[in-house]
């Protein structure tokens, strides 16, 4: 019996562990971590005052790693020479290094954003600063606002927004060549900023939205924001600073030829009322034409006869720009003439059918073009050349629910060189007026004309726009469904366009006022909608 009684236990013990085995999984490895990593002690310590130390050592309560460092580190002012900061994989001590020789009785802060994660969970330490003086106390002031974009609803998170210290060196071209003195950057989408531990002066406040994080504005690739009036601290004041892409002063790049009787010639700016002027000597009966690229920034120089010679002097002037131009001639091949639709796809009721050629177009013989309708009933047309871009549009009536077959017999178009097009066939259709949907907009609030009100998809492309001098309904026919953008600008020159910036000039952009909400469009839907202005 006793024997029977020292078996029970066991046996007891043997089912419990079989029905543990018989469960399947893992066990559990207990709630999720997360709390940050936490900082224990800093050598030297967070906010020191009189720094001469080249080495800065952090320690947390945990292994940390570096995520995205480049990303997101701010050190303010920026330095010559990168400090080194580890570790590169995980440790419980974060050091930098500082490589570069400190200036006297300047505050420096090293903002590490969402950097600093821990090892496991990657919980984040957000935006841990450190802090130090190389005189006897930390600058404290601070300088807040948002960005805003000149052409969108928002700016494309993150900008980058400087102050430079206005003093007897300060000059507005240091903006290109020299770093700021104080640097932040917008923290998310509400593109709000703050830069901190500022010393009184007075500073002129820039935003860039850079493409090479290098603190200095490139005009080519960056977006600029200015202040017209430098700013004094201490001020309570917050600031809103607009970014825009500056237009750069004209000039021509370097011209090529690409065939025989074609020349390019690059530009940068606003080409409008630019000219070429040939220098060298021509042959009798010398004639050229300019079209202007419609993609690229590029002015196509076609000329005849051919030239013998191996090079070509051009004068290019707009305003006050001139410049000498050479090209080297070379013995190439000449173009041929090829024809191809422009804009494919669907027409809409008042979009005109245009083709494109390869060269200069000079004519357009009708009575060798047919247009049919789907029922292969003639369709009257009318022709027009727009000698600056290069495109021929046949105007005619469209219907819904069409389809329109162009056909082209042989001679149909001759180009400058007095080459002539080949058969061709073209095909256009119509949608039924169902398909598409419509907004009627009434402006309120309008304090200047003229304005320009713009429809704009969701990648921002201009579909429609209507130009106002004066109060009147804004009314979008033909939409296809899909959901839109409505923008308004104030056109303070009346030039019918938007106009950018310039830093150099203290130019503010022509102002730009967005619909406050994205508008859905249905097919066969007319929307009423009223755009109230602050």
Same mark, same amino acid.
């Given at each position: 019996?006793?024997?029977?009684?020292?078996?029970?236990?066991?046996?007891?013990?043997?089912?419990?562990?079989?029905?543990?085995? $018989?469960?399947?999984?893992?066990?559990?490895?207990?709630?999720?971590?997360?709390?940050?990593?936490?900082?224990?002690?800093?050598?030297?310590?967070?906010?020191?005052?009189?720094?001469?130390?080249?080495?800065?050592?952090? *320690?947390?309560?945990?292994?940390?790693?570096?995520?995205?460092?480049?990303?997101?580190?701010?050190?303010?002012?920026?330095?010559?020479?990168?400090?080194?900061?580890?570790?590169?994989?995980?440790?419980?001590?974060?050091?930098?290094?500082?490589?570069?020789?400190? $200036?006297?009785?300047?505050? *420096?802060?090293?903002?590490?954003?969402?950097?600093?994660?821990?090892?496991?969970?990657?919980?984040?330490?957000?935006?841990?600063?450190?802090?130090?003086?190389?005189?006897?106390?930390?600058?404290?002031?601070?300088?807040?606002?948002?960005?805003?974009?000149?052409?969108?609803?928002?700016?494309?998170?993150?900008?980058?927004?400087?102050?430079?210290?206005?003093?007897?060196?300060?000059?507005?071209?240091?903006?290109?060549?020299?770093?700021?003195?104080?640097?932040?950057?917008?923290?998310?989408?509400?593109?709000?900023?703050?830069?901190?531990?500022?010393?009184?002066?007075?500073?002129?406040?820039?935003?860039?939205?850079?493409?090479?994080?290098?603190?200095?504005?490139?005009?080519?690739?960056?977006?600029?924001?200015?202040?017209?009036?430098?700013?004094?601290?201490?001020?309570?004041?917050?600031?809103?600073?607009?970014?825009?892409?500056?237009?750069?002063?004209?000039?021509?790049?370097?011209?090529?030829?690409?065939?025989?009787?074609?020349?390019?010639?690059?530009?940068?700016?606003?080409?409008?009322?630019?000219?070429?002027?040939?220098?060298?000597?021509?042959?009798?009966?010398?004639?050229?034409?300019?079209?202007?690229?419609?993609?690229?920034?590029?002015?196509?120089?076609?000329?005849?006869?051919?030239?013998?010679?191996?090079?070509?002097?051009?004068?290019?002037?707009?305003?006050?720009?001139?410049?000498?131009?050479?090209?080297?001639?070379?013995?190439?091949?000449?173009?041929?003439?090829?024809?191809?639709?422009?804009?494919?796809?669907?027409?809409?009721?008042?979009?005109?059918?245009?083709?494109?050629?390869?060269?200069?177009?000079?004519?357009?013989?009708?009575?060798?073009?047919?247009?049919?309708?789907?029922?292969?009933?003639?369709?009257?047309?009318?022709?027009?050349?727009?000698?600056?871009?290069?495109?021929?549009?046949?105007?005619?009536?469209?219907?819904?629910?069409?389809?329109?077959?162009?056909?082209?017999?042989?001679?149909?178009?001759?180009?400058?060189?007095?080459?002539?097009?080949?058969?061709?066939?073209?095909?256009?259709?119509?949608?039924?007026?169902?398909?598409?949907?419509?907004?009627?907009?009434?402006?309120?609030?309008?304090?200047? *004309?003229?304005?320009?009100?713009?429809?704009?998809?969701?990648?921002?492309?201009?579909?429609?726009?209507?130009?106002?001098?004066?109060?009147?309904?804004?009314?979008?026919?033909?939409?296809?469904?899909?959901?839109?953008?409505?923008?308004?600008?104030?056109?303070?020159?009346?030039?019918?366009?938007?106009?950018?910036?310039?830093?150099?000039?203290?130019?503010?952009?022509?102002?730009?006022? *967005?619909?406050?909400?994205?508008?859905?469009?249905?097919?066969?839907?007319?929307?009423?909608?009223?755009?109230?202005?602050?």
């Amino acid at each position: 019996m006793k024997q029977r009684l020292y078996y029970i236990p066991i046996v007891l013990i043997g089912i419990l562990l079989m029905g543990n085995c $018989a469960k399947k999984g893992r066990p559990s490895g207990g709630p999720l971590d997360t709390i940050p990593p936490m900082i224990v002690r800093s050598v030297p310590e967070n906010f020191t005052t009189n720094f001469s130390e080249t080495e800065i050592r952090i *320690y947390f309560d945990e292994y940390i790693k570096l995520k995205n460092l480049q990303e997101n580190l701010i050190i303010s002012p920026p330095m010559k020479y990168d400090p080194i900061i580890t570790p590169l994989s995980t440790s419980k001590m974060l050091r930098i290094r500082i490589q570069d020789t400190l $200036a006297e009785n300047t505050t *420096y802060s090293f903002n590490f954003g969402k950097s600093i994660v821990d090892n496991n969970e990657e919980n984040e330490f957000d935006y841990f600063k450190y802090v130090f003086s190389t005189g006897s106390y930390i600058d404290s002031l601070k300088v807040k606002g948002n960005v805003l974009d000149a052409q969108l609803p928002t700016a494309d998170f993150p900008v980058t927004v400087m102050l430079y210290e206005v003093n007897e060196d300060f000059k507005d071209s240091l903006i290109y060549s020299e770093k700021p003195r104080y640097i932040a950057t917008t923290r998310d989408s509400s593109n709000t900023f703050e830069i901190t531990n500022v010393k009184e002066g007075e500073y002129l406040l820039l935003a860039l939205k850079e493409k090479l994080n290098d603190y200095t504005f490139q005009p080519k690739t960056d977006k600029i924001g200015f202040l017209n009036d430098n700013i004094t601290l201490p001020s309570d004041s917050s600031y809103a600073v607009t970014i825009f892409k500056e237009v750069p002063e004209f000039k021509f790049t370097r011209p090529s030829q690409l065939s025989k009787y074609h020349i390019v010639f690059g530009y940068e700016g606003e080409v409008e009322g630019a000219s070429l002027e040939p220098l060298s000597q021509l042959p009798d009966g010398f004639s050229s034409k300019i079209v202007r690229d419609l993609v690229t920034d590029t002015l196509h120089y076609w000329f005849k006869p051919e030239i013998e010679a191996d090079s070509l002097l051009f004068m290019g002037r707009k305003g006050s720009f001139e410049d000498s131009l050479e090209v080297r001639m070379k013995d190439l091949y000449a173009d041929s003439l090829l024809v191809t639709a422009y804009r494919t796809g669907t027409l809409i009721p008042r979009d005109t059918f245009s083709v494109k050629t390869s060269t200069p177009i000079i004519s357009i013989d009708e009575s060798k073009i047919t247009i049919m309708d789907k029922d292969t009933l003639p369709v009257r047309f009318s022709s027009v050349i727009h000698p600056k871009n290069n495109l021929a549009q046949f105007i005619f009536e469209t219907s819904e629910d069409q389809r329109y077959q162009m056909e082209m017999l042989p001679g149909a178009l001759t180009d400058f060189h007095e080459n002539v097009s080949d058969s061709l066939s073209f095909t256009a259709n119509t949608k039924q007026l169902s398909d598409y949907g419509t907004i009627s907009l009434q402006l309120q609030n309008v304090k200047q *004309y003229p304005v320009i009100v713009q429809l704009l998809t969701e990648k921002f492309e201009v579909v429609n726009e209507q130009f106002l001098k004066e109060e009147a309904a804004v009314y979008f026919d033909y939409i296809d469904p899909g959901n839109y953008f409505i923008r308004l600008i104030i056109d303070a020159n009346a030039n019918n366009r938007w106009d950018s910036g310039n830093f150099l000039q203290r130019l503010q952009p022509e102002d730009v006022v *967005y619909y406050p909400k994205l508008i859905e469009v249905l097919a066969n839907w007319s929307l009423n909608e009223t755009f109230i202005l602050d």
